[in-house]
């Protein structure tokens, strides 16, 4: 790969590979984990070996997404990405957690080159195990903030954000002009059944305003379908995958720890956002 290449975390310059270190003019070395990700996150006051998701959410992640609930969600955006971005392009999946939608987008847009980044070091650690076994050779990844992307200015023909941080100054800083910004984020009755177990008054959820003074939006579209859960375990790697995860009452993770049947309201809602 390495159409777009890294840049330094620490001074801004260009990344070059030497062996197994990504190294700058200045010197600052990093070095490449045997699963072949490079770990370029030093964001000042975080320790890197803790940001992001632990082994357990990754794992949660890992066992729930391999069963296919949002597969659908995934060729959606695999498609969207496709109609926003041509053979070469330079496609970046900022927030890509454990590599599911990363990996798939690899595999269904072979012709393009894809990047994943993620603050969680055991995240992207299981990116590699999901490329090394789908044979995917056109996507890389990076331990990294979406708020300091570790790419060079203007770089990127589209970024895709999956219930990501949305970065309206660093993503513009980093798309080409024209490029495209891929938003994906819950519709108003997405996981309302799930809410309806755990809280006495559950909600639909609110539109998102993200503040893209740097975008225009270009197009949106809304997926929606259920999906059975068949387990209790199902059910509690989804909880876990959650924001619900942080701040549910003790009454509501009981009645959840009840159910090993659900039927759940999968909704999403796939923005693309243009480059001013």
Same mark, same amino acid.
């Given at each position: 790969?390495?159409?777009?290449?890294?840049?330094?975390?620490?001074?801004?310059?260009?990344?070059?590979?030497?062996?197994?270190?990504?190294?700058?003019?200045?010197?600052? +070395?990093?070095?490449?984990? &045997?699963?072949?990700?490079?770990?370029?996150?030093? !964001?000042?006051?975080?320790?890197?070996?803790?940001?992001?998701?632990? %082994?357990? *959410?990754?794992?949660? &992640?890992?066992?729930?997404?391999?069963?296919?609930? =949002?597969?659908?969600? %995934?060729? /959606?955006?695999?498609? !969207?990405?496709?109609?926003?971005?041509?053979?070469?392009?330079?496609?970046?999946?900022?927030?890509?957690?454990?590599?599911? =939608?990363?990996?798939?987008?690899?595999?269904? @847009?072979?012709?393009?080159?894809?990047?994943?980044?993620?603050?969680?070091?055991?995240?992207?650690?299981?990116? *590699?195990?999901?490329?090394?076994?789908?044979?995917?050779?056109?996507?890389?990844? /990076?331990? %990294?903030?979406?708020?300091?992307?570790?790419?060079?200015?203007?770089?990127?023909?589209?970024?895709?954000? !999956?219930? /990501?941080?949305?970065?309206?100054?660093?993503?513009?800083?980093?798309?080409?002009?024209?490029?495209?910004?891929?938003?994906?984020?819950?519709?108003?009755?997405? #996981?309302?059944? @799930?809410?309806?177990?755990? =809280?006495?008054?559950?909600?639909?959820?609110?539109?998102?305003?993200?503040? #893209?003074? +740097?975008? !225009?939006? %270009?197009? +949106?579209?809304?997926?929606?379908?259920? +999906?059975?859960?068949?387990?209790?375990?199902?059910?509690?790697?989804?909880? *876990? *995958?959650?924001?619900? =995860?942080?701040?549910?009452?003790?009454?509501?993770?009981?009645?959840?720890?009840?159910?090993?049947? @659900? /039927?759940?309201?999968?909704?999403?809602?796939?923005?693309?956002?243009?480059?001013?």
């Amino acid at each position: 790969m390495g159409t777009i290449g890294y840049i330094c975390p620490v001074c801004g310059n260009e990344l070059e590979r030497v062996q197994n270190s990504y190294v700058c003019p200045k010197r600052h +070395s990093f070095d490449i984990a &045997r699963k072949g990700y490079v770990n370029l996150l030093t !964001t000042s006051g975080r320790d890197p070996s803790k940001a992001g998701d632990d %082994a357990d *959410m990754v794992r949660a &992640r890992t066992d729930f997404l391999d069963i296919g609930h =949002y597969e659908r969600l %995934a060729d /959606a955006v695999a498609d !969207t990405v496709g109609r926003w971005s041509s053979s070469g392009s330079a496609v970046i999946d900022s927030g890509c957690g454990e590599g599911y =939608y990363t990996v798939r987008y690899a595999q269904q @847009l072979t012709d393009r080159e894809i990047y994943g980044i993620d603050i969680s070091k055991r995240a992207v650690a299981h990116c *590699m195990t999901r490329a090394h076994a789908a044979g995917a050779s056109n996507c890389e990844f /990076a331990v %990294a903030s979406s708020y300091a992307l570790p790419f060079p200015d203007h770089c990127a023909d589209v970024i895709v954000s !999956t219930f /990501a941080p949305v970065v309206d100054k660093e993503y513009a800083r980093v798309i080409k002009e024209g490029g495209a910004l891929v938003v994906v984020s819950p519709s108003p009755r997405h #996981l309302y059944e @799930l809410k309806a177990e755990l =809280y006495e008054h559950p909600y639909e959820n609110s539109p998102n305003s993200y503040g #893209l003074d +740097s975008f !225009t939006e %270009a197009d +949106s579209q809304t997926v929606e379908y259920t +999906s059975e859960l068949r387990s209790q375990k199902e059910i509690a790697d989804l909880f *876990m *995958m959650t924001p619900y =995860y942080y701040k549910t009452p003790k009454e509501g993770i009981e009645r959840l720890k009840k159910l090993d049947r @659900l /039927a759940l309201t999968c909704g999403f809602v796939i923005q693309v956002f243009t480059r001013k």
